[in-house]
C-alpha cells in the first residue's frame, strides 16, 4: 500500500502554480528519483493553457469535467483543472503515487473538484477506469521509444468513448527524443486526428517556440481494433 507518508520532506521543495484568479497551487517536488519527480515545462504550459479562453472555446469549461491524466508525475496539470472543477484522476507508475497523493493534500482546501492518484502503467488494462473520463491529459510523456507502443494503447483504450486527449511536450534533441516522437506519430495516425494549438491561443506569458500543445480527437469508431 502506497501512502503520502512514505515522502521524506527533506527531500522535498515546492513550486508554486499561480492561477488566473490569484490563488496558488503548491506541487511539491523531490530531489530524488525518477524524471516525473518535477515539474515540466510542459506541464506548466498545458495547465496555464486550460485557464486561458481558447480552451473554454474548444473543449468547454473545466467544472465537472471527468479528467484523467496519464504519466503525472507530481499531478501539477491536473490538479490545476481539479481547482477549477474537475473530477481528476491523476496517474502514473506505482512508486508516483505517493507524490500525487502528498500533492493532492498539500491543496486539497483550493480544489473544488474531486482528486484521486492511481496507478496506470501503459499498455495495461484500463478496467477500473470506468466510466471513461472525457477528457485526458499528457505532458511529456514522450521521450522513450520503447515505451511508445504501450502509450497508444492507453490512449487508444482511455478515448473509445470519444475523449479528447490534450498533449504537449517539449521539443528536444536529446536522448531518444526525436525518434520517439515519430514512433509516436506513426502509431497515433490512423486513430486520431491532430491539431496544434495555435501558440496565440495559450497563455501570453506561459508559452515557447519549443512547446507544443496538441490537441488528439478519435477518427476510429469504438469498435475499431486497438493496438496491442
Ligand atoms: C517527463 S515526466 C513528465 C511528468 C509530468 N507529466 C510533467 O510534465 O511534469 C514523464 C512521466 O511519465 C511517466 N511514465 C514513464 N513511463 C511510463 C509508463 N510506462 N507507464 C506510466 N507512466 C510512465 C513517468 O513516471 C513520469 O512521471
Known amino acids: ?4 507518508n512514505n515522502m521524506d520532506a527533506s527531500q522535498m521543495y515546492p513550486r508554486e502554480i499561480e492561477c488566473e484568479d490569484g490563488t ?3 506541487i511539491q517536488q523531490s530531489y530524488v528519483g525518477d524524471v516525473g519527480c518535477v515539474v515540466w515545462d510542459a506541464a506548466l504550459v498545458l495547465s496555464k493553457y486550460l485557464e486561458t479562453k ?3 472555446r474548444r473543449f468547454g469549461e473545466l467544472k465537472k ?12 496539470t491536473g490538479l490545476v483543472a481539479c481547482k477549477f472543477g474537475s473530477d481528476v484522476t491523476l496517474t502514473d507508475l506505482e512508486e508516483f503515487v505517493p507524490l500525487m497523493e502528498l500533492n493532492i493534500k498539500t491543496n ?6 474531486t482528486a484521486t492518484a492511481k496507478i496506470l502503467k501503459w499498455g495495461e ?11 485526458v491529459l499528457m505532458s511529456d510523456c514522450v521521450y522513450y521509444p520503447e515505451a511508445v507502443q504501450p502509450l497508444v494503447k492507453t490512449l487508444c ?10 498533449g504537449c511536450y517539449e521539443e528536444r534533441t536529446i536522448g531518444q527524443n526525436a525518434e520517439a516522437h515519430q514512433l509516436f506519430d506513426k502509431l497515433m495516425e490512423p486513430h486520431f486526428s491532430v491539431e496544434e494549438i ?7 506569458v506561459y508559452n515557447s517556440d519549443e512547446i507544443h500543445v496538441m490537441w488528439y480527437r478519435r477518427k476510429d469508431g469504438p469498435t475499431q481494433d486497438q493496438p496491442s
Open 1 to 4: 500500500m502506497t501512502s503520502e
Open 125 to 135: 488494462d484500463i478496467g477500473e477506469f470506468n466510466p471513461l473520463p472525457d477528457l
Open 65 to 76: 469535467r471527468r479528467l484523467l491524466e496519464i504519466g503525472a508525475g507530481t499531478g501539477a
Open 24 to 26: 496558488c497551487l503548491t
Open 54 to 56: 481558447g480552451f473554454d
Open 157 to 166: 483504450d482511455l478515448s473509445k468513448d470519444g475523449a479528447d486527449i490534450l
Open 108 to 113: 486539497l482546501s483550493a480544489l473544488t473538484g
Open 198 to 204: 495555435p501558440r496565440e491561443d495559450l497563455d501570453p
